[in-house]
């Protein structure tokens, strides 16, 4: 087999790769004349690899890319032609957890600032005095593997470390000696600086706004070397010139190159996004793709695939309609969960159960973690991800299926509350349907705008609730009741064409049911 190397990777990787295979470095010929003639490529980021080069690269089975993202990479494309894409994201885990802590001693004792008036030739000693960390508490919002690190370098500093992550286990937070702070604005009340490692989704983008900032302590500082847009730039600004924070450090914008009113402010210090920008990053990255490549051309594990991992064909033939269900079933559970998963268990029942189900396992908790970490959950590293989160992953298999040819249960384990939710495939298409929830048979589509009312069984619920949809201008699409025993306890299960108004929530929950949640699956 035939490697390209087409951007400069570490000697160890390159050494790696010409052990098992033909390799060539070219980083001049013009691409779309020679990919077809290579079962591999290695790039960095400068290297395109749009839908017109994957479909010219008829040999080609893997695409090693060795950095962070794959922005550059068409992943759909190569997904369509069966090309594994994989990359390195645990190589700049140590850069970005040292650039923080950089940034954060850099704030603390306003040395960029120092140094610059020293450049200039002021000797400045009153006016750039700073503060002692030890003893400060660092608020750390995203506890995954950078944000772990950071504590871990921060406990160092003699610093009181407080973090944020409703998708970690307490396990985890009391393994490294961290308090587990239950909600957000506790943390921000609590932290002399905070520190930001979330994934970019629609619920964090702006996390740190006005709101959010008004919630801080006087005088408190703010550090970002994850994602721009995680912070509302305008807000910042505001609460540096009124004196509410005390300064920013940062390494990321929500548009780069970046040349707005922050880099105005001598309270903020700030850095053209450098936090993978480490030789031994850039050297790691390479070796892990190069590992990677490997794997992926022998036959083995592709850990890092961001894409469909590598399964037999008529596996996934058979898999492929209850990816989706499974996935859609996993946003459900945890939905209904309302708090984060301690256990998961995936269960196939039928004919199912004979084939490769880590592919459903996968999908379950790409449901469950969908816009909640920040890494790409895939077949391979999907309970590595949750194990790092202290959250256990079991699976089972059984040949027989009650209600349905096949079946995938999800069971979720949240706080003492066991959430249990079923569900199949139906016709060619296929359609996603709800087989069960929470205890209670139930026969429905699944829909993007779901609620589940569990009530004691009584006459006239149903039209009460519909009525009240009705004059809140909501349309209700389909409807199940199940329940117990006639006068026992039913549950209602009904999909709404829109997301129900904060109004009708509380109106819902003044009726006295038992319990109402809202699911929304997007």
Request: proline fraction near 4%; charge should be negative; glycine fraction near 10%.
């Amino acid at each position: 087999m035939r490697v390209l190397v087409r951007e400069p990777i570490a000697d160890a990787g390159v050494e790696l790769l010409r052990s098992r295979f033909a390799v060539d470095i070219d980083t001049d010929s013009p691409l779309e004349e020679i990919i077809d003639r290579y079962d591999a490529i290695v790039i960095r980021s400068a290297t395109r690899l749009g839908r017109e080069e994957i479909e010219r690269a008829a040999n080609l089975k893997v695409i090693g890319r060795a950095g962070v993202g794959v922005d550059n990479v068409d992943v759909d494309a190569a997904t369509r032609r069966g090309i594994v894409v994989a990359n390195a994201p645990e190589s700049t885990i140590v850069s970005a957890a040292e650039q923080t802590i950089g940034l954060l001693v850099a704030l603390a004792r306003n040395i960029p600032q120092a140094h610059a008036a020293l450049k200039q030739g002021r000797w400045e000693r009153s006016r750039w005095s700073g503060i002692e960390l030890a003893g400060k508490t660092l608020g750390v919002i995203g506890f995954g593997r950078i944000g772990q690190q950071v504590s871990r370098r921060a406990i160092g500093l003699a610093m009181n470390v407080v973090a944020y992550d409703p998708f970690v286990g307490r396990e985890r937070f009391r393994e490294l000696g961290v308090e587990q702070a239950e909600t957000l604005e506790e943390l921000l009340g609590a932290a002399d600086v905070v520190t930001l490692h979330s994934p970019l989704t629609d619920e964090t983008r702006r996390l740190i706004d006005r709101d959010a900032i008004a919630l801080m302590r006087d005088g408190a500082r703010l550090v970002n070397a994850a994602r721009g847009a995680l912070v509302d730039e305008e807000a910042l600004v505001e609460a540096i010139r009124s004196g509410k924070l005390a300064g920013a450090a940062l390494d990321v914008f929500s548009s780069e190159p970046y040349s707005g009113p922050l880099l105005e402010l001598d309270q903020v210090v700030s850095t053209p996004h450098l936090a993978a920008s480490t030789d031994e990053a850039q050297d790691r990255a390479g070796v892990i793709v190069a590992e990677q490549v490997v794997a992926a051309l022998d036959g083995g594990i592709v850990t890092n695939a961001v894409n469909i991992p590598v399964v037999d064909q008529a596996d996934l033939e058979v898999l492929g309609p209850f990816i989706p269900l499974a996935s859609q079933l996993g946003r459900i559970a945890v939905e209904l969960a309302g708090g984060p998963p301690r256990r998961i268990t995936v269960a196939a029942h039928g004919p199912l159960s004979e084939y490769d189900t880590r592919l459903l396992t996968a999908a379950v908790l790409n449901g469950v973690f969908q816009d909640r970490v920040d890494q790409v959950v895939n077949v391979v590293n999907a309970t590595v991800i949750a194990s790092e989160r202290g959250i256990d992953v079991v699976e089972e298999r059984d040949r027989t299926s009650r209600d349905y040819t096949n079946t995938v249960e999800v069971r979720l384990l949240s706080d003492g509350e066991e959430i249990t939710v079923s569900g199949t495939t139906i016709g060619p298409e296929p359609r996603l349907f709800l087989g069960g929830a929470l205890g209670f048979g139930i026969d429905m589509e699944i829909t993007p705008h779901m609620v589940f009312v569990r009530y004691a069984d009584q006459p006239g619920v149903i039209g009460r609730v519909g009525s009240m949809f009705g004059d809140g201008g909501i349309n209700i699409a389909n409807m199940a009741v199940s329940r117990t025993k006639e006068g026992g306890e039913a549950l209602m299960v009904f999909s709404i064409d829109t997301a129900a108004t904060s109004e009708l929530v509380d109106q819902l929950h003044d009726m006295g049911f038992d319990d109402v949640r809202f699911v929304d699956l997007g």
